[in-house]
């Protein structure tokens, strides 16, 4: 029997401190993870490679997760979405030009939620749910 590939994740933040901090729980969970500083350079590697999931801040110099968000739609990319943010995000579900988003977690959310997150949306296929809200309790700082 061939051996199970790693799923992938990008991860995209402009703040190093969460970058790491998400890399390295992801890491330690099993997954591959690739790390992007801005929007910008998050479309470059996305060009370059494939991935699983996208885990994006909303609000980050250069490039924003809604630019990416709407980049990943226009380049018919099929990778699940997760956006992470401090500000309300009530309209980002009825905006047609950006790609689906399958959770949201508004900051300071607890890692473990998120990875029960990451786990489940990687475990199921296709057909799950899109538009999940998540992360609104405040513990565990990112």
Same mark, same amino acid.
């Given at each position: 029997? =061939?051996?199970?590939?790693?799923k992938?994740?990008l991860v995209?933040?402009?703040?190093?401190?969460?970058?790491?901090l998400? =890399?390295e729980?992801f890491h330690? #969970?099993?997954?591959?993870?690739?790390?992007?500083v801005?929007g910008?350079? #998050?479309?470059?590697?996305?060009?370059?490679?494939?991935?699983?999931?996208?885990?994006?801040?909303?609000?980050?110099?250069?490039?924003?997760?809604?630019d990416?968000?709407?980049?990943m739609k226009?380049?018919?990319r099929?990778?699940?979405v997760?956006?992470?943010?401090?500000s309300?995000v009530r $309209?980002?579900?009825?905006?047609?030009?950006m790609h689906?988003? $399958? #959770?949201?977690?508004?900051?300071?959310?607890?890692i473990?939620?998120?990875?029960e997150t990451?786990?489940?949306?990687? #475990?199921?296929?296709?057909? =799950?749910?899109?538009?999940?809200r998540?992360?609104?309790?405040?513990?565990? =700082?990112?």
């Amino acid at each position: 029997m =061939a051996a199970r590939k790693r799923k992938r994740i990008l991860v995209v933040d402009d703040e190093p401190g969460a970058l790491s901090l998400m =890399a390295e729980v992801f890491h330690e #969970a099993g997954y591959e993870v690739l790390m992007a500083v801005n929007g910008h350079k #998050a479309m470059a590697t996305l060009t370059r490679e494939r991935f699983d999931l996208v885990v994006t801040d909303l609000n980050m110099p250069v490039w924003s997760g809604r630019d990416l968000l709407r980049w990943m739609k226009a380049a018919g990319r099929s990778e699940r979405v997760i956006v992470m943010t401090g500000s309300p995000v009530r $309209d980002l579900f009825k905006e047609e030009d950006m790609h689906p988003v $399958d #959770a949201t977690f508004t900051k300071p959310f607890k890692i473990p939620a998120l990875l029960e997150t990451v786990n489940i949306l990687l #475990a199921v296929g296709r057909t =799950a749910r899109r538009g999940v809200r998540a992360g609104r309790k405040k513990g565990m =700082a990112l």
